[in-house]
C-alpha cells in the first residue's frame, strides 16, 4: 500500500456500502475538534468502483468524513490503497472492532461477510482476533430481526440474553420479545416463549408415541361428545416443558386407545369389549355440564400453575446472578435474610434476636428497629451468601397465589419477597404484578 499522503475534495470521498459499522454516531465532538485542530489522522481510500474516475471509497476513517463535512473541511489526507473487495471488508472490520466502535450485531454482519467471502470459523476467529465461540455465537444474532435489535440496544441488556432470544425457533416470537425490551416484561417474554417452544416440542413427541398405539380422533370440544368424553376417556396430558415419557406396557392390554390432540390438552380414550356391559345409562345433561367445568378448571389450574412456575425461575435467575452494588443494596439484602425465617413461620427469629443482645419478646413482635440498626452497622462480607440463604429460605416452589379451582387465594408471603428483590433492582413483570394483586385474566371469576 502507497504511504503518501493526498489530499482529495471531500464530495469525492464515498462511504463504502458494506461498512460494518453502518451508522457513524454523533461525530460533533469531533467536528468541533477539527475545526481547531484539522483532520490529524488520514484516512485510507481506494479508487471507486476500481476504475479511478476521481471519486474513491473510504476504507478506514468514515466518522472522520462525517465530522469533517460538518466542520466544512474541503480536503482530506488520504492514502489511497491498493484493496480488492475481501480485503476491504477484513480491513473494515477488525479496525472497527479494535476501536471497539460496533455493536456486537455489527460485528456478526461483518463476520458473515468474511464467511461469504469464502473465510471458514477459523479463519474468520484468526484474522479478527476472537475465539471461534466468540464467532459461533455472533452469527447466532443474525437470526434476530435487524431493526427489532436496533430499537433495542441501550435497553439494558445482555448479550447472553441476546444470544437466548436468537435461540428461539419462531421468528415472529424473536421479534416479539426483542419488541418488549426496555420494559419489565422482557425477561418474562423471553421465559414465556422459551417454554412455549419446549411444550411445543414436547407435544409433538407424546403425539408421536401415542400414535405408536392409539388412533387420532377429533371429539367435538362444545358438547362434549357422550360416548368419548363420559364413557372413554382415559388420561389428560398437559403440555409441561419436561418431556412426557410413556410406558408401552401400560397400553398393551388388548384395549383399543383413541386420542383428540386438536385442543388445549391431549386426551386419551380406551374402549375395551367390557365398555358396553359397564355404561348403564347415557349421561344426564348435569353430568356433561360437570365434566364442562371439570375440564375448564383443570386447564385453568394448569395455566395459573405455569404463571406460578415461571416467576418462580426468572426470581431464582435474579438471585442467582445478583451482585451487590451500593449500601444499600446490602442492608436490603441483611434485612431479608433476618427476618426471612420469621416472616416463613421458622422457629429462630427468637434465637436471631439473642444473637444480636436483642429483645425477642417471647419470638413475635421483637424490637426490629433495633435489630435492622445492629445488622446496619454490622461489617459483614458475604452479602451474596446472606441473600442466597434468605431467598432459600423464603422463596419456595410450593409458594403460590391460587387454590386447586382457580381462586385467587393472597398469600402475602410471594409479596413479602417481591419487595426485597424489587428493592435490589428485580423487575416485577405485569403477569407478575397481577398474579400477586388478584387481578390476573386467570383467576376464577364470580359463580364459574
Not at 46 to 59: E, K, L, M, Q
Not at 92 to 106: A, C, D, G, S, W
Not at 303 to 313: F, I, P, S
Request: with cysteine; charged share 35%; hydrophobic share 35%.
Amino acid at each position: 500500500m502507497d504511504k503518501k499522503i493526498t489530499y482529495i475534495d471531500a464530495e469525492k470521498l464515498v462511504p463504502h456500502p458494506k461498512n460494518p459499522r453502518l451508522e457513524v454516531g454523533d461525530v460533533s465532538e469531533l467536528a468541533d475538534s477539527i475545526k481547531k485542530n484539522g483532520v490529524l489522522q488520514n484516512l485510507t481510500v481506494v479508487p471507486f468502483g476500481g476504475v479511478g474516475d476521481g471519486r474513491y471509497t473510504v476504507i478506514i476513517g468514515h466518522r472522520r468524513l462525517a465530522a469533517a463535512k460538518l466542520a466544512g473541511i474541503k480536503e482530506l489526507p488520504c492514502v489511497i490503497a491498493d484493496m480488492d473487495e475481501k480485503e476491504q471488508i477484513e480491513t473494515m472490520l477488525i479496525e472497527n472492532m479494535q476501536r471497539r466502535q460496533l455493536t456486537p450485531y455489527e460485528e456478526a454482519e461483518g463476520f458473515q461477510l468474511m464467511f461469504d467471502f469464502g473465510g471458514d470459523i477459523h479463519t474468520v476467529a484468526e484474522r479478527t482476533g476472537f475465539s471461534e465461540t466468540t464467532v459461533r455465537n455472533r452469527m447466532k444474532l443474525l437470526r434476530l430481526d435487524k431493526e427489532a435489535f436496533k430499537k433495542s440496544q441501550g435497553k439494558n441488556i445482555s448479550l447472553n440474553e441476546y444470544l437466548e432470544v436468537a435461540e428461539l425457533e419462531d421468528e415472529a416470537a424473536r421479534k416479539e420479545v426483542l419488541e418488549k425490551a426496555g420494559t419489565n416484561d422482557f425477561k418474562w417474554s423471553l421465559s414465556y416463549a422459551k417454554d412455549e417452544e419446549k411444550k411445543k416440542v414436547n407435544r409433538a413427541a407424546l403425539v408421536k408415541q401415542l400414535e405408536t398405539f392409539a388412533e387420532r380422533i377429533d371429539v367435538d370440544a362444545d358438547d362434549y361428545d357422550e360416548e368419548y368424553w363420559n364413557e372413554h376417556f382415559y388420561n389428560d396430558f398437559w403440555f409441561y416443558t419436561k418431556p412426557v415419557e410413556l410406558d408401552p406396557d401400560e397400553y398393551n392390554d388388548g384395549a383399543e386407545y383413541f386420542f383428540d390432540d386438536s385442543h388445549n390438552t391431549i386426551a386419551l380414550y380406551r374402549v375395551s369389549d367390557d365398555d358396553e356391559e359397564e355404561v348403564e345409562n347415557e349421561p344426564t345433561p348435569e353430568e356433561i355440564e360437570a365434566a364442562r367445568k371439570e375440564k375448564e378448571r383443570a386447564e385453568r389450574y394448569q395455566k395459573l400453575a405455569e404463571v406460578k412456575n415461571r416467576a418462580y425461575k426468572l426470581r431464582r435467575k435474579f438471585v442467582k446472578t445478583f451482585t451487590p452494588k451500593t449500601e444499600s443494596d446490602l442492608q436490603v439484602i441483611a434485612e431479608f435474610e433476618m427476618f426471612s425465617a420469621d416472616k416463613m413461620g421458622y422457629d429462630i427469629y427468637s434465637k436471631i434476636c439473642d444473637m444480636f443482645g436483642v429483645d425477642a419478646k417471647d419470638g413475635y413482635g421483637g424490637n426490629k428497629e433495633q435489630l435492622i440498626e445492629i445488622i446496619h452497622d454490622s461489617k459483614i462480607k458475604t452479602f451474596r451468601a446472606l441473600l442466597m440463604s434468605a431467598w432459600l429460605k423464603s422463596d419456595g416452589e410450593y409458594l403460590d397465589e391460587h387454590d386447586f379451582n382457580g381462586n385467587y387465594t393472597n398469600d402475602d408471603k410471594l409479596a413479602y419477597i417481591y419487595n426485597y428483590l424489587t428493592l435490589l433492582g428485580y423487575e416485577m413483570s405485569d403477569e407478575e404484578s397481577a398474579y400477586i394483586n388478584g387481578t390476573h385474566e386467570l383467576f376464577l371469576k364470580g359463580d364459574n
